[in-house]
Nanobody, 129 residues
């Protein structure tokens, strides 16, 4: 059973940067498509960025050019680099994964939370001056 432990969230000023990490255990990330999602208070969970097992990526329009998803399969860890942060990026950020038996195009192009079935516990990102 794939499990995640997330870290790296915190309080940062507008324009600042953070790097979120999501360490996996129980299975190798080689066999999973991965994604980062976020949920702000009173809002639905939304896709931020998704990556196939073959490293194809997709980003929400609101984060393109500012956020970068990556994985290190040797370390079995997923990362999200957040640059040029804005107050509207404030949310709880979650990493998630789905097995490669599910179509990469389906889960990466949509980057929809309901396509993913293994979830981290979330890490809070607050952007405020």
């Amino acid at each position: 059973q794939l499990q995640f432990v997330e870290s790296g969230g915190g309080l940062v000023q507008p324009g600042g940067s953070l790097r979120l990490s999501c360490a996996a255990s129980g299975s190798s990330l080689d066999y999973y498509h991965i994604g980062w999602f976020r949920q702000a208070p009173g809002k639905e969970r939304e896709g931020v960025s998704c990556m196939s097992s073959g490293d194809s990526t997709n980003y929400a329009d609101s984060v393109k050019g500012r956020f970068t998803i990556s994985r290190n399969n040797v370390m079995n860890t997923v990362y999200l680099q957040l640059n040029s942060l804005k107050p509207e990026d404030t949310a709880v950020y979650y990493c998630a994964a789905v097995h490669v038996t599910v179509s990469a195009w389906t889960v990466v192009s949509s980057c929809a939370p309901n396509r993913y079935n293994f979830w981290g516990q979330g890490t809070q990102v607050t952007v405020s001056s």
